[in-house]
């Protein structure tokens, strides 16, 4: 059973950085996607950004610029570099896998994930 553990949230001005963490565990071998989401308090969640194991990645046209998706295959750690951040980043972040999946091209695909994380909680201030 794959389980994540994101981290690396915080709190940071506006126009900082940071890079969060998701660790996965119980990965079993083959084709997988993975994704970062947020949930500001009272709107709905969000897509921020996919990748698949054959390191097709995705982002949001919102973050796309300032926010870059990447894994570390062989340790099993997906991260989200988040720079320029604004006061509207503000979120809790979470991480997302579903195993037995692949994705390839330029469109945004729309991946069904079936694991989620906890969450790690971003706080951008002026």
């Known amino acids: 059973e794959v389980q994540l553990v994101e981290s690396g949230g915080g709190s940071v001005q506006a126009g900082g950085s940071l890079r969060l963490s998701c660790a996965a565990s119980g990965v079993t071998a083959g084709d997988y996607c993975m994704g970062w989401f947020r949930q500001a308090s009272g709107k709905p969640r969000e897509r921020v950004a996919v990748i698949s194991s054959g390191g097709s990645t995705g982002h949001e046209d919102s973050i796309k610029g300032r926010f870059t998706i990447s894994q570390d295959k062989a340790k099993h750690i997906l991260y989200l570099q988040m720079n320029s951040l604004k006061i509207e980043d503000t979120a809790m972040y979470y991480c997302?896998?579903?195993?037995?999946?692949?994705?390839?091209?330029?469109?945004?695909?729309?991946?069904?994930?079936?694991?989620w994380g906890k969450g790690t909680q971003v706080t951008v201030s002026s």
């Open positions: 997302a896998a579903k195993e037995r999946c692949a994705f390839g091209g330029t469109a945004l695909p729309t991946i069904s994930f079936n694991v």
